[in-house]
């Protein structure tokens, strides 16, 4: 009875706290559909009698969206395939081979990762341009994100190796493949959710991220969805339906995306937790 009554308990403030993580989300839905006077009105309306369905295409033409979007997926896409190509040998190195310089190498690079964005901007932002590389402004910050997303990416996928049977690598070993055929036929097959899962997490960062593209990239025709967000701020700005219908359409993709695939994340995730 004690033991019904407690994980009673847990579940009630399991729920209390979800709905408060989530009720910015929906505010800032209700707030999209709001006209002016309804946003400012008190006590607030917790849905509006007349909904404003029309600035979603207000805003999305306007705004000129698909080009920010477009921009945020390339930065994004980018970002991935540099991470992945370059994390994932690097994460079967340290999943596979232990000593001293092994670990050395694994603390460093778990010490990259408490790094904030604000603190690395500015020695980026002056060594990409003593390098001449803000000049490729996109790339730049596709370098720079890479970088950043680089110690988490390595350090789940490790994770998935290290739940790779060794023995299945020695077998093929034994019947003559290469080690590097052993990879690329055994592990990294077994291996491919906990990838996957890990490249999906650093697209969604990559493709919120604000700090580089706005130090970086000056040219509004390549800035991402983020920085087209902040276009609105301004000392009186007050289109707030216009700023949540721009997030709301910003953010709904990614939402969606992480609902729908969120037993395959967490049990790719979990999938090194246990070796």
């Known amino acids: 009875m004690r033991h019904t009554l407690c994980e009673r308990l847990m579940l009630a403030a399991a729920l209390v706290l979800t709905t408060v993580y989530l009720f910015p989300l929906y505010w800032m839905y209700i707030t999209t559909l709001k006209s002016g006077s309804a946003i400012f009105a008190s006590p607030p309306a917790f849905w ?155 697209f969604m960062q990559a493709f919120g991220e604000f700090v580089y593209s706005r130090s970086m990239i000056q040219r509004v025709e390549l800035q991402p969805a983020s920085v087209g967000l902040y276009s609105f701020m301004a000392p009186n700005a007050n289109e707030w339906n216009s700023i949540m219908a721009y997030a709301a359409i910003y953010m709904t993709p990614l939402l969606a995306v992480f609902v729908l695939l969120q037993r395959g994340i967490v049990s790719g995730l979990t999938s090194g937790a246990l070796k």
């Open 48 to 202: 509006p009698t007349d909904p404003q369905w029309q600035i979603y295409g207000h805003v999305w033409h306007n705004r000129n969206m698909g080009r920010y979007i477009l921009n945020s997926l390339v930065i994004a896409s980018g970002a991935v395939a540099i991470v992945s190509v370059l994390g994932v040998g690097c994460a079967y190195v340290l999943a596979r081979y232990r000593n001293i310089w092994v670990d050395a190498g694994l603390f460093l690079v778990l010490m990259l990762q408490v790094l904030p964005a604000s603190l690395m901007i500015t020695p980026i932002f002056v060594g990409f341009s003593q390098v001449g590389l803000l000049h490729y402004p996109r790339l730049a910050v596709i370098i720079a994100i890479a970088a950043k997303g680089m110690p988490f990416f390595i350090v789940l996928v490790r994770a998935t190796f290290m739940n790779v049977p060794r023995e299945l690598e020695e077998a093929a070993l034994v019947d003559g493949d290469s080690r590097s055929g052993a990879f690329f036929r055994i592990a990294l097959p077994l291996a491919r959710k906990g990838i996957l899962v890990s490249g999906m997490l650093i």
